[in-house]
C-alpha cells in the first residue's frame, strides 16, 4: 500500500514557491472532517495525478491525513483519482509527540502485513527506527520525507517505484505457464487480516485468516451460526463466565471473534474461517471498523451438517473448547 499524506505534500506550505513550480490554486469552503465550516486556498499539481495513479497500477493507494475522508472527496477528483479511496480515521489528527508521527499507529493497524510505503513531510526522530523494526520482521515499510516547501516531487514516487520493485522480485516465483498480456507488479493483497504481530507469522495465522484473497474482503457470517456462542443457553458449553472473559479481552484487544464452526481444525475443515457475526453484531471494534474500511465484507452463510450427519443420533451436539 501506498499512504499518502495531503498537506506539505500534495498542498505545499509555502503559495509563492508553489506557483513557481506550477501548482494549481483551488478554493475550498466546506466542512472540515470534523463538520466545522472552514475555507482556504490549496495547492495542487496536475502532475501528482499522474504519478499516483502509475502507483495506482502496483499497489493499493490510501489516505493518511488530517482530511480524512474529504481527501477522497474533494482533493482526489481534482487529481484524477477515484473518489472512493479508503483512508484512515486519525481521531486527533497528525503531528509529532514523544518521537513518533502519532499518524504513523493507526495506519500500521490499518495495514497490518501488508507492505507499506507512506509520503509524508513530518516524520519524528524514533520513526525510522521502528520501520526498520518493522521491515526486519517481515512487515515491509518505507518512510519517505517529503520537503513540505516543495511538495511532492518526482524523485519520491521514484523512490516508491524502487521499493515495489524490490518487494516484486521478493514474491516465490510462478510455475510458467502461457504469457496473457503485461505482467501484473500488484503486490499481492495478504491473507492474514489484522490480528496480532505474532498471530500473523508462519502457516496458524494463514489458516486462521478471515481474509479473501481473491475477492480482497475480510469474510463475516450473514448469519449466526447454529451453535453460536451468543446463542441463549450456553449451546457450546462454555465454562462459567467464560464468554464474559473471552468478549472483554477480544474489545480490549480491538480485535474480533472467529466463529468456531469455521475454524480449520473443528467439525468443517473444508470451510475457510469468518468473523462471528454475534460479536459483529453486538460489538464495533477498531479491526472490525478497519476491515469494512479499507477492504469491506463478504457475507458468507454458517456451514451445516449434511443431512446424512444431522439425521444421525447424537449430532449437532457441540464438541467442547478449551
Known amino acids: 500500500m501506498v499512504a499518502i499524506d495531503v498537506d506539505g505534500v500534495l498542498n505545499p506550505d509555502r503559495p509563492a514557491t508553489a506557483r513557481q513550480l506550477g ?18 486556498t490549496v495547492w495542487l499539481h496536475p502532475d501528482h495525478g499522474t504519478w499516483l495513479r502509475e502507483l495506482a497500477q502496483r499497489a493499493d493507494l490510501l489516505w493518511c491525513t488530517s482530511w480524512e475522508g474529504i481527501a477522497s472527496t474533494w482533493i482526489a477528483p481534482r487529481l484524477g483519482l477515484p473518489d472512493d479511496l479508503p483512508w484512515i480515521d486519525l481521531g ?7 518521537g513518533r508521527q502519532i499518524k504513523l499507529a493507526p495506519l500500521y493497524r490499518a495495514v497490518g502485513a501488508r507492505p507499506v510505503a507512506v509520503l509524508d513531510d513530518e516524520f ?8 526498520a523494526e518493522r521491515t526486519a520482521t517481515g512487515n515491509q515499510t518505507l518512510l519517505v520525507p517529503v520537503d513540505a516547501v516543495t511538495g511532492l516531487q518526482r524523485h519520491h514516487v521514484d523512490l516508491v517505484h524502487r521499493w515495489l520493485d524490490r518487494l516484486v522480485e521478493q514474491v516465490p516465483p510462478q510455475p510458467p ?8 507488479h500488484r503486490i499481492p493483497w495478504p491473507s492474514s ?3 496480532d504481530p505474532e498471530d500473523r507469522a508462519g502457516h496458524e495465522a494463514s489458516a486462521h485468516s478471515v481474509g479473501d484473497p481473491v475477492l480482497r474482503k475480510s469474510r463475516l457470517l450473514s448469519r ?5 456462542i451468543f446463542r441463549p443457553g450456553n449451546l457450546m458449553h462454555l465454562a462459567e463466565g467464560r464468554l464474559h472473559d473471552l468478549v472483554t479481552q477480544t474489545r480490549k484487544d480491538e480485535s474480533f471473534i472467529i466463529c468456531h464452526d469455521t475454524l480449520p481444525d473443528y467439525r468443517f475443515p473444508e470451510v475457510k474461517p469468518a468473523i462471528c457475526r454475534g460479536f459483529a ?10 476491515l469494512e474500511r479499507l477492504f469491506g465484507f463478504i457475507e ?11 439425521d444421525a443420533p447424537g449430532a449437532g451436539e457441540p464438541g467442547s473448547t478449551d
Open 224 to 228: 449466526q451460526c447454529d451453535t453460536c
Open 92 to 98: 486527533h489528527g497528525g503531528g509529532i509527540r514523544f
Open 177 to 184: 505457464g502461457p504469457a496473457k498480456g503485461r505482467p501484473n
Open 124 to 131: 519524528g526522530g524514533r520513526d525510522p527506527d521502528e520501520a
Open 23 to 40: 501548482y494549481q490554486s483551488h478554493k475550498y469552503d466546506g466542512p472540515d472532517p470534523a463538520g466545522q465550516p472552514v475555507s482556504g
Open 300 to 310: 458468507v452463510d454458517p456451514p451445516h451438517e449434511p443431512a446424512s450427519r444431522a
Open 193 to 195: 487480516g489484522l490480528d
Open 281 to 290: 453484531d453486538r460489538y464495533s471494534t477498531q479491526a472490525l471498523q478497519v
